[in-house]
């Protein structure tokens, strides 16, 4: 019922720069939560930040390790949220995944979650 489409990743080298994408579409009336996640090989997958629409505007939440070089934003207009990764280094590799909180109707009382394909992000030393 939604798709989410993610782009940006690849290889930079350390103290390089990318910006993520994810783009939804399908059946959406309304996302409240955004949140872009990462998972390296032998390790869980980590919340890297998240953007949620609350009464009085939005709030942002990110993981110590990336605070203040990452920077997370969304375009409700285009559901789509974007990861600004700045000052990266060679352990934020990982494939990143974006997860959306989606209502499909403007009566539904339930959210349901759906996530993105992945992007590969690779930092090099």
């Known amino acids: 019922q939604v798709q989410l489409v993610e782009s940006g990743g690849g290889l930079v080298q350390a103290g390089g720069s990318l910006r993520l994408s994810c783009a939804a579409s399908g059946s959406i009336f309304s996302i409240n939560f955004m949140g872009w996640f990462r998972q390296a090989p032998g390790k869980q997958r980590e919340l890297v930040a998240s953007i949620t629409s609350i009464t009085s505007g939005i709030s942002t939440a990110y993981a110590d390790s990336v605070k203040g070089r990452f920077t997370v934003s969304r375009d409700n207009a285009k559901n789509t949220v974007y990861l600004q990764m700045n000052v990266l280094k060679p352990e934020d590799t990982a494939v990143y995944y974006c997860?959306?909180?989606?209502?499909?109707?403007?009566?539904?009382?339930?959210?349901?979650?759906?996530w993105g394909q992945g992007t590969q992000v690779t930092v090099s030393s």
């Open positions: 997860n959306y909180h989606v209502k499909h109707h403007i009566a539904a009382t339930t959210e349901f979650s759906y």
